[in-house]
């Protein structure tokens, strides 16, 4: 399922310094822009709505009616009810829950494994540095549908496995980039100077580089939780993600996607949710990124 | 240069060679085809002789051995399903995936680059706005999701193109807009932040005061700056395209590589899955050292291999 | 700013598609696709392997009675009648079968059809390197084959089987024994196969998305109007439907039970929902004695707490009928028809229950494959719910179910469906319900004593007695689960002239024309 969005985040170049004016103007600016406020208000909501879901929600998202099936968005039903009456709502909230966790796993997983392995990849160089580097290329050409399909036939469909899925998908992107942070620190000062005091490799990975490539850490966490989001959600449309009857973003446009004609809203509002957290999830994330560099070189 | 060109190689063989032992473990692990091709009438004596047959009944070292000395003939053996060579039915389902990538690709440039630049050179103008939403959309939503909304609009409600399927032009414009648009909105917004910078840079003022006139400006001394960075995110796109846009392949019954190997490894046709995935390694390995060189080309400053 | 004009943007596009959803009317354009001698058939999955008697038969089901033929085979209702073979002589015991052939009859590359042509396939059957699928079929029952002269093949078996001519209706195409002599090895077939069915194979596209069959002039039977038949892999289903919709494909099959409804609405269309003789059903385990599912009140509780005309109306969209046993009706013969399903009964459910000794349920898991509508699991595990008992669902692939099956190891519940090759009930009852039957966790000596009878027994009067009475037995005994009768959805412009074989899943071209 190696999508286009699922393996490459865009990175925006670093225009020099003096390109823009790295003065506490710029800062305050940034600060108020509506767009991050916004965003991260558009996540606060979803995150709450996911996260009290089971108290929130006017229906048993798995509760079938089969006399109300494909009902239009209504008073009682916001978001109308699916091909087995259930509320659509209740499961987009319900699916919001289990692919939001899915993401979040994923993500701090992939982005801590990453991390250690591009550190240490880079502190220690040699033949560790370029098998690590050729494992990295082989997740990038791996199909993560492959992969799902393995994982699944091995231990079974399960959610945790389609963390596990999902993690090996997506931690090269965090190894590479913190790798090549790492490189450039691995030659300052005070690294040399620590090891040279005789400090073990692990203490200087911890002390020394860790610290220093936290912010990018940051930065790449919340720019890849969009497209992890969306690598779940399209393995579940295959039918690879969550099982039923557990609801998800992806299952549910997959098992909408019959009756676009004469139901949309089966598929399209959970679409338009998940969209509309991706979208938030990579403003707030481009704006963190915005911040993080305007905030290192005011300093 | 020969001496990283050697390396390359190097490193590129140690690659194809990792991830032939990974998929040849990893579909083994997957089923046993024994099982899903005899009947259910069949007795395990039955697929034994069946499993005898495909080679299977050896230990999986001794097989993978036997792979190994096949391959470099080029013979990855026959489909378990069509009976006829694995390479050759990958080979086949090859030029559908190219001729989308390729089209997705140049979608992707010719729509986001000139967005992108028009977005630079007009702040805050109708393209600034508008490159805005048009990036923002394309990297949130899952390809699949536009590829559905495509059909139900274009193709089943205003009737203007097929649904699905391979063939004429026509079937190609869905599934190149639904899969070109993530990275229209990556090139665009790149170009327009790469041709911003360039454009506030000490070298362009120098160029304006000295009088040269501003399509001149735009056109030579920025749009060179930024074509770098442009240049290696379109080919890095197209080793990720080619590996398997899978669901837009599904939805829209497109003939592709991604298709094949979810398909394939379906029905547990091991000897399709393992040359679909060690041919995809092969072009990701070829693309990524063509970006590498261009690159270097490029920009001889940098001196990274 | 952004934010504002997406969200507008969204909206539009909302508003956009609510419209056209309401207010689009199709009119199916009534023309063919290419031409009046073409019929274009839009299937639902690729073609795999053209030999017919290695490919799986889910592949060869579709192409099979085109290109090839056989001694006996199947009418439009699923009678058994002569084809290739003029006659047939069965001894009493079941254990000798003589066929007298026809003359006269060429193949595609105009070689006389004689007997030893039988024989050949028999043996690329039984020959381990042609991989043949249909081996477990003939391999433990034919003894010998010999052909006394050209035109008479006898068949020996080992032991009685009353179903051998089902056998050789539904699995024997007829090979051309030279022809095959003089490949290299056996899978060079497949790719030039040559046979004697109505239609010869003019062009197969790689990865099977297409299939073009050319007529065959010099037919042994009624010619077919059609002189190019396309067929053309589909696999999305809402594509295959909107092909349809379009007119792209003169016919559609397996089309999903959801777009049901709205095709049957659609002006220039036929749509036919036809039954395979197939029950979906949910297979139990009932050989542990540990398991709730041992006992045949819990079976019968479970059965009373689905209400089996619910799941039809909703999950199937009405395409479906209730089944009471494990025998189709739809059968020539051994369908009981005043069998009748287990009431919905949630009270009676719930009393059985805690008589069984499960007065607060129990817990128990489902093993369900992708190709079957997962709504169905999902309904069933609700109503099961709400009489206490909580159930798991655990959906596989199709390879994992399979394998899964074959070595027992689905349990406790397993969803599945037994599709009819055969038009006769052993295929399914062996398999399912008999205590040594590959897809069976079930045993009862009343069954397995009527199932050594029926073996012995030819003839459908006397079989359909027989599987009657096992029909009663496994009602009663609350075998398993009968949800419904399995269904597939047809549809075709109005203007073409094709009777959808009744009773199986076979596709047959032979009498399709244009009106």
Not at chain 2, 84 to 96: C, H, Q
Not at chain 2, 246 to 259: R, T, Y
Not at chain 3, 235 to 252: C, H, K, Q, Y
Request: charged content about 15%; hydrophobic content about 45%; proline content about 6%.
């Amino acid at each position: 399922m190696s999508d286009a969005i699922v393996q490459h985040a865009p990175s925006l170049p670093q225009p020099s310094a003096s390109a823009l004016r790295s003065s506490r103007p710029a800062w305050s600016r940034w600060r108020r822009h509506w767009q991050f406020h916004l965003s991260v208000a558009v996540l606060a909501i979803v995150i709450f709505a996911a996260s009290f879901a089971p108290w929130l929600s006017a229906y048993d998202p798995n509760g079938i009616d089969l006399g109300s099936a494909l009902q239009a968005p209504s008073l009682q039903h916001w978001f109308g009810t699916d091909q087995l009456g259930r509320d659509v709502l209740s499961r987009t909230m319900s699916g919001a829950r289990l692919s939001l966790f899915i993401a979040f796993c994923a993500v701090f997983l992939a982005g801590c494994g990453g991390t250690l392995i591009g550190i240490l990849s880079a502190y220690f160089g040699g033949w560790i540095d370029s098998i690590t580097m050729r494992l990295a290329d082989i997740q990038y050409a791996l199909p993560p549908v492959i992969l799902a399909m393995v994982v699944i036939g091995v231990i079974g469909p399960n959610t945790a496995n389609v963390i596990i899925v999902v993690t090996i998908a997506n931690w090269a992107r965090f190894a590479r980039v913190i790798r090549a942070e790492a490189l450039s620190i691995k030659h300052r000062d005070y690294v040399l100077l620590a090891r040279l005091a005789g400090a073990s490799p692990l203490r200087v990975a911890l002390r020394h580089i860790l610290p220093n490539v936290r912010n990018t850490f940051l930065v790449l966490l919340t720019l890849d939780i969009g497209l992890i989001i969306i690598l779940e959600a399209a393995l579940s449309f295959l039918g690879l993600g969550v099982q039923p009857p557990d609801p998800s973003w992806g299952t549910m446009i997959s098992d909408g996607r019959g009756q676009l004609e004469h139901a949309w809203w089966t598929s399209v509002m959970p679409g338009i949710v998940m969209m509309l957290t991706v979208l938030a999830a990579n403003l707030a994330g481009d704006h963190l990124r915005e911040g993080t560099r305007l905030i290192g070189e005011a300093d | 240069m020969p001496a990283f060109l050697l390396r390359r190689i190097g490193s590129a063989l140690v690659t194809l060679l990792l991830m032939s032992v990974l998929i040849f473990v990893m579909v083994r692990m997957v089923g046993d085809p024994a099982h899903l091709m005899m009947p259910p009438e069949a007795t395990e004596a039955d697929r034994a002789l069946f499993r005898e047959q495909l080679g299977l009944n050896d230990p999986v070292p001794v097989q993978y051995a036997r792979f190994l000395s096949t391959i470099v003939r080029g013979d990855f053996g026959n489909s378990f399903h069509f009976g006829v060579p694995a390479l050759s039915i990958v080979e086949d389902r090859l030029g559908p995936s190219l001729l989308l990538t390729l089209s997705a690709l140049a979608f992707a440039i010719f729509t986001g680059v000139p967005l992108g630049i028009a977005a630079a050179v007009k702040k805050d103008g109708f393209a600034d706005q508008f490159s805005k939403i048009f990036a923002a959309l394309g990297q949130a939503a899952p390809p699949f999701f536009f590829a559905l909304l495509f059909i139900r609009l274009f193709s089943v409600g205003l009737g203007w193109l097929p649904t699905g399927g391979y063939g004429s032009w026509q079937h190609l414009v869905l599934p190149v807009i639904a899969l070109g648009w993530y990275s229209a909105a990556g090139l665009c917004r790149l170009t327009q932040a790469n041709l911003t910078a360039v454009l506030q840079s000490e070298y362009v003022k120098m160029a304006r005061i000295k009088g040269v006139p501003e399509h001149v400006v735009v056109l030579k001394h920025a749009l060179k700056n930024a074509a770098l960075p442009v240049i290696t995110f379109a080919a890095s796109q197209f080793g990720i395209l080619i590996g398997g846009a899978v669901s837009i392949e599904a939805v829209f019954s497109w003939p592709g590589f991604g298709s094949l190997m979810v398909e394939s490894i379906n029905q547990l046709d091991f000897t399709v899955v393992q040359a679909a995935v060690i041919v995809s390694t092969l072009l990701f390995i070829v693309i990524n050292f063509t970006v590498d060189l261009l690159y270097a080309l490029i920009d001889p400053r940098i001196s990274h291999v | 700013m952004v934010f504002s004009k997406v969200i507008r943007g969204l909206l539009a596009g909302g508003a956009l598609a609510a419209s056209l959803a309401s207010g689009v009317v199709h009119a199916t354009t009534d023309k063919p696709a290419v031409d009046r001698d073409t019929l274009v058939v839009g299937v639902e999955k690729e073609f795999q392997n053209l030999d017919g008697l290695v490919t799986i038969s889910g592949d060869s089901l579709r192409y099979g009675w085109q290109i090839y033929d056989t001694l006996y085979g199947f009418d439009l209702e699923g009678k058994i009648v002569p084809r290739l073979a003029t006659s047939v002589t069965i001894s009493p015991d079941s254990k000798v079968f003589t066929y007298k052939l026809r003359k006269g009859v060429k193949f595609h590359n105009g070689t006389q059809f004689t007997s030893k042509d039988v024989k050949a396939s028999v043996e690329h059957i039984l020959d381990p390197k042609s991989k043949s699928t249909r081996r477990p079929y003939f391999a433990p029952i034919v003894d010998s084959i010999e052909t006394p002269d050209p035109y008479t093949v006898t068949f020996k078996l080992k032991v009685p089987d009353g179903a051998f001519q089902n056998k050789v209706a539904g699995y024997l195409y007829i090979l051309p024994g030279d022809y095959l002599a003089s490949l290299a090895n056996p899978d060079a077939f497949a790719q030039a196969p040559v046979s004697l069915g109505p239609y010869k194979v003019k062009r197969y596209a790689p990865g099977g998305s297409e299939l073009v069959l050319e007529r065959f002039d010099d037919f042994w039977g009624e010619k077919p109007k059609i002189k190019t038949l396309i067929f053309k892999a589909i696999t999305e289903p809402v594509s295959r439907v909107n092909a349809i919709l379009r007119g792209e494909i003169d016919v559609a099959v397996v089309l999903p039970f959801p777009d049901y409804d709205r095709l049957k609405k659609e002006a220039g269309l036929d749509v036919i929902s036809s039954p395979v003789a197939s029950p979906l059903y949910i297979r139990v385990y009932t050989d542990d004695p540990a398991s709730p599912f041992s006992k045949r009140e819990v079976r019968q509780a479970l059965s009373y707490a689905i209400d089996t005309n619910a799941i039809i109306k909703s999950v199937l969209h009405g395409v479906g009928e209730p089944l009471g046993t494990f025998i189709s009706n739809y059968y020539p013969y051994g369908a009981k028809k005043s069998i009748k399903a287990y009431p919905y009964d949630p009270k009676k459910a719930r009393e059985l229950l805690a008589k069984a000794g499960y007065p607060s349920g129990f817990e128990t898991t489902l093993n369900i494959q992708g190709d079957l509508p997962k709504e169905l699991s999902e309904t069933v595990a609700a109503y099961w719910g709400q009489i206490g008992v909580k159930v798991k669902l655990n959906r596989l692939t199709y390879a994992a179910f399979q394998r899964l099956n074959n070595t027992h190891a689905s349990g406790p519940l397993a969803l599945s469906q037994f599709t009819n090759a055969l038009y006769d009930p052993i295929h399914p009852v062996g398999g399912a319900f008999s205590k040594d039957g590959s897809w069976s966790n079930y045993s009862n000596p009343d069954v397995e004593a009527l199932l050594q009878k029926v073996n012995s027994v030819s003839g459908a009067q006397q079989r359909g007695e027989i599987f009657e009475q096992v029909g009663q037995i496994l009602h009663d005994d609350a075998a398993g689960f009968f949800l419904s009768e399995y269904f597939y959805i047809y549809a075709k412009k109005k203007s073409v002239q094709w009777d959808v074989q009744k009773g199986s899943g076979f596709l047959n071209f032979r009498t399709a024309g244009w009106k």
